[in-house]
């Protein structure tokens, strides 16, 4: 199912000959990710038939035009860590590699936002925005990733949404390559102005963009985008240093940034770091926010070398790694606080104070040393390197509705209670046996969380595989216990194909939000050429079934 | 070893794409944060050191061969390990190590860059890299008064290195080198005509067995000549004779110094100082071969184990090489105690150098590409305001004044033996 001479050729017409390939060695570099053994058994999803690196919004409304005369599937992404990005739903399809589409356009520091391209990412912008005492929130996935990934096309959830927001609410006008190739500028930039706003006088369709989890590259493709920004308290620069001879992985702030605070509070037990963490949250006196992973440690070089550590610890008894403590990891949480003035840093601190200290909490030295708080501090607000040394691969249990509180609660510490059981027989990374969640509150959880139960299982192990599969399938089917609230997502998606089973199972509890889906991608693509494997597929695959409930089915069809 | 030993990193290679930066916790100046200039020129994933993995993975389960394509994007890399380090900061992977063995297999399979051939079959009749006659090797030193260690005997043996003994422009420098040394008494001297090619830019090219013959013969002229510490000038035999001889169990029984360790301990002892002002201000060009590819090999045997559930340990631990225990401050330590000068350093430094370009047989086989490298380091000189670069390398001059010939830049490069000369 390669392209045809004259289809390769009418791409190759539009890119140039040196930016365009069909060469197998070159291709097979853009269908392996992180996760891909969890959903292909393989670490090779399909191959695509050609990877294109345009240069242009013109390029692209071409290319896709052709695509269409074709019918050619095609999927654009940033820096492609995400495993949605690459996946293709056949060998008819193209991947789009928009690296050199990288320009940060414009930083309006009066108007608190910026314009950039699709390969400007996170970290970047983060740097540059603070050189105007502004700010971009923070995505979990590291240093690579880009801003348009995260604020219109996929997740976009970060540890500072309870300041800075999060899933497509920093996305202001954006200049949009419609699956039909028409360039479409959405909200202000529709009557010829910039792309100041989302919401007029031109439609505003960020519902239609991106919805809660992206489209994920099955709308078209967002060649430039305008995206909030926040304000940033500390300095211009920064530099993180360490001493001769330690490692790369050792270098870290000296101390927080004057501008900002750090508390590692810690409490009883899971439910009461919920408990409290809900109305820290709601007291509107936070800038980042996060349960469970705390950064306050010294990364270590290595896997040996984070063990030894955690030996000696253990030996040392040192209380971290025991739920029952009162002080572990699992039952603490980072709060950051900033401000222009020390009056706001004080009345901000003082609030703080009074709210942890009604729920019992201790600041722990380990924790709260000058040190810990600067490790946290730069842990949560950049966008810096994630791990996923310890085993190979995670799976986030994303239980990211829109809700209340009490319903996030529920189900963070059930899910948290079966992942808990995986641990303990093996399966996944057991860190002292507690029960563990990560919260992601959105402004001041005034809208709802992403609460998650981190699982860290090897792919390449049978049993943990296996476990892993397990373990989400429990999750995510409603005929569990859990009587789950909302479409559950894994990582925003886990609608990628071959689980396309999640929408065909949940959407019919939730208000067939899956036939919407597909009538609004059918109206924005009538052809069908945006690639749907981490959308909504055209049709439901005819999977097996249990009863009603339509079972999951691992495993990809390619031909090479 | 061979690639497939390194299964285990294809299967863990994310494509997180951090391979392609510095450790982002040293990006200061966005317009400096690439760390790849492969993948940075290139722009396909394949040119990344994830690439290679994915590459190598596919070879592995059949789903490619090894044609130009694979030769093309496994030979436009400098091999400068920027990607290793990287990669490192969260992983526990040898990216380098993998485009290695992909390199030596290739060999192994007749499958070669004839520009790379040329250069070996040079090397295998002449002794050195530069398709120059072996009887020319020892010119550079003609006219300095200095014992032939295949007649006489001294403790130190100086290597001047294949680039600094027939490179014309840099002939002065190497000349210099061992008038420094000479001139405060070490009791020294060189191989003359007899001076062989240390093996180490075959290797890296994927000729293997070229390595091990060199080594051997280095071994047995060093034993024969009875010295007791080796010194060069050029960070490639430096890395050559420190590190790689050690990895492939060759291991010299002699001390091996960069020159500027040997300076800088004359400096330390007192026999060493400068008097003379250079007004100038200079940054310093870490050359990888000193600097993380010049930490020392670490010999690991042991199995991989599991801790906590699914953890990924070593029994026993296992320790990486991070480039950490690279060749960084002593070069510095010299500039600073030079009068009157003013070194700035660049943005992307030590571990997270930039390369110069002349790595990994590119400047032989794309030069264009060399070019391009030395000068997006020859940019970033400029704009940390450095009037001249300095490295500690022949190979690093050579392919920066070619760079800055190419784009008109009059950057002034020096090796920093030249300012110490200037300085004595
Ligand atoms: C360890 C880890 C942690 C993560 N943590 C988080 C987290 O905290 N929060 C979070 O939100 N996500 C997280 N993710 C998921 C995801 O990788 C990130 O959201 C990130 O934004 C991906 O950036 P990218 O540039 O690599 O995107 P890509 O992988 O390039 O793209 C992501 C998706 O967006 C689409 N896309 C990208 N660019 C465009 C465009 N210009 N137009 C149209 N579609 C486009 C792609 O088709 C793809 O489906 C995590 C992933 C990993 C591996």
């Known amino acids: ?560 | 070893m061979a690639y497939q030993d390194y299964t285990h990193d294809m299967q863990r290679c994310t494509r997180c794409s951090y391979c392609k930066w510095i450790p982002y916790r040293y990006i200061k100046n966005t317009d400096f944060m690439e760390g790849c200039p492969s993948v940075a020129r290139y722009l396909w994933h394949a040119y990344s050191a994830s690439g290679k993995f994915n590459m190598a993975y596919s070879l592995l389960k059949d789903r490619i061969e090894i044609d130009e394509t694979f030769l093309d994007v496994l030979y436009h890399c400098h091999m400068d390990g920027s990607c290793d380090v990287s990669c490192k900061v969260q992983q526990d992977l040898e990216p380098l190590q993998l485009m290695q063995e992909l390199r030596i297999k290739c060999v192994e399979e007749g499958q070669l860059l004839p520009v790379h051939m040329l250069v070996i079959e040079g090397l295998r009749k002449e002794d050195n890299m530069m398709q120059s006659p072996k009887a020319d090797r020892g010119k550079w030193a003609e006219g300095l008064d200095v014992k032939d260690l295949a007649r006489e005997s001294a403790e130190v043996v100086y290597h001047a290195g294949c680039r600094y003994s027939y490179d014309e422009e840099l002939q002065p420098i190497a000349r210099a080198g061992m008038q420094i040394l000479r001139n405060t008494g070490v009791d020294i001297g060189i191989m003359g005509v007899d001076e062989a090619c240390c093996g180490g830019r075959a290797y890296e090219l994927g000729y293997a067995g070229e390595l091990t013959k060199y080594a051997e013969h280095q071994l047995e002229t060093l034993r024969t000549a009875g010295v007791k510490v080796l010194v060069t000038p050029c960070a490639d035999c430096y890395a050559a004779f420190k590190v790689l001889y050690d990895k492939i169990g060759k291991k010299p029984e002699i001390e091996i110094f960069h020159i500027t360790q040997y300076i800088h301990r004359l400096i330390e002892e007192g026999k060493i100082s400068f008097t003379k002002e250079i007004p100038l201000t200079v940054t310093y060009h870490d050359p990888c071969h000193l600097g993380r590819l010049g930490e020392p090999w670490i010999h690991w045997q042991g199995k991989e184990t599991r801790a906590m559930g699914p953890m990924i340990i070593h029994d026993p631990p296992k320790k990486f090489r991070r480039g950490t225990n690279g060749v960084y401050e002593t070069p510095r330590e010299i500039l600073k105690a030079i009068p009157g000068l003013r070194l700035v350093e660049m943005y992307r430094i030590r571990e997270y150098a930039w390369c110069c370009g002349a790595g990994g047989g590119v400047i032989d086989a794309h030069p264009d590409f060399a070019v391009w490298t030395g000068n997006e380091r020859l940019k970033e000189a400029r704009a940390v305001g450095a009037e001249a670069i300095v490295s500690a390398c022949g190979w690093c001059k050579r392919n920066f004044l070619d760079a800055a010939a190419a784009s008109g830049d009059n950057m002034e490069v020096y090796d920093i033996i030249e300012l110490v000369q200037k300085a004595l």
């Open chain 1, 1 to 560: 199912m390669k392209l045809a001479e004259e289809e390769y050729k009418a791409l190759e017409a539009i890119v140039g000959a040196e930016y365009i390939t069909r060469e197998p060695v070159i291709l097979d570099t853009y269908n392996q990710v992180w996760g891909n053994v969890f959903f292909f058994d393989e670490k090779h999803s399909v191959r695509p038939a050609a990877v294109l690196l345009p240069a242009n919004t013109a390029e692209i409304s071409e290319v896709i035009k052709v695509c269409n005369k074709y019918g050619i599937l095609f999927k654009p992404f940033s820096s492609g860590f995400e495993y949605l990005s690459l996946s293709l739903a056949n060998t008819r399809g193209i991947l789009l590699d928009l690296k050199r589409m990288n320009r940060i356009l414009e930083i309006d520091a009066k108007n608190m936002r910026a314009v950039v391209e699709p390969y400007v990412s996170v970290y970047r912008l983060q740097l540059e925005a603070a050189r105007h005492g502004l700010y971009t929130g923070r995505i979990g996935v590291g240093y690579s990733a880009g801003v348009i990934a995260a604020e219109c096309c996929h997740h976009g959830c970060q540890h500072t949404m309870v300041f800075t927001s999060g899933y497509g609410r920093n996305t202001l006008g954006v200049e949009w390559v419609l699956p039909t190739g028409e360039i479409l500028n959405m909200g202000s930039g529709e009557s010829g102005g910039d792309l100041f706003s989302a919401d007029g006088p031109g439609f505003s369709l960020r519902g239609i963009l991106r919805g809660r989890t992206g489209a994920n590259g099955g709308h078209g493709v967002v060649t430039k985008a305008s995206v909030k920004l926040y304000p940033w308290y500390g300095p211009p620069q920064w530099e993180q240093t360490r001493k001769p001879g330690e490692p790369p992985s050792f270098g870290q702030l000296e101390r927080v940034p004057d501008g900002y605070r750090v508390f590692v509070p810690s409490f009883k037990d899971l439910d009461a770091t919920l408990e409290v963490s809900e109305e820290l949250c709601r007291a509107e006196i936070l800038y980042a926010f996060g349960i469970g992973i705390i950064g306050t440690a010294q990364m270590q070089e290595g896997n040996d070398e984070e063990w030894a550590m955690i030996q000696q610890m253990m030996q040392k008894g040192n209380q971290s790694f025991d739920p029952a403590s009162g002080i572990s990891v699992a039952n603490s949480v980072v709060c950051v606080i900033g401000g222009r003035s020390a009056g706001e840093l004080e009345y901000k601190e003082k609030c703080l104070r009074v709210i942890t200290g009604k729920y019992g909490g201790s600041f722990s030295e380990q924790f709260n040393e000058p040190g810990a708080l600067a490790r946290a501090f730069a842990d949560i607000i950049w966008s810096n390197g994630v791990n996923l040394r310890a085993t190979g691969d995670f799976l986030p249990s994303s239980s990211s509705p829109d809700g209340s509180p009490a319903m996030l609660k529920k189900l963070a510490l059930e899910e948290a209670e079966v992942k808990r059981r995986y641990e303990e027989s093996g399966a996944f990374l057991s860190m002292g046996g507690g029960r563990m969640v990560s919260w992601r509150p959105e402004e001041h959880l005034s809208i709802g969380a992403q609460g998650i139960s981190t699982a860290q299982y090897d792919p390449y192990d049978p049993a943990s595989l296996a476990a892993a599969r397990e373990f989400i399938d429990k999750l995510f089917d409603p005929r569990s216990p859990f009587n789950r609230y909302g479409v559950p997502s894994r990582g925003g998606c886990l609608q990628i194909e071959p689980v396309t089973h999640i929408h065909q199972n949940w959407g019919r509890l939730y208000d067939n939000y899956d036939v919407y889906l597909r009538k609004i991608k059918k109206m924005l693509d009538p052809n069908t050429v945006a690639d749907w494997t981490a959308f909504i597929p055209p049709e439901y695959p005819d999977y097996a079934k249990d009863g009603d409930y339509v079972l999951p089915s691992y495993g990809k069809e390619e031909e090479i």
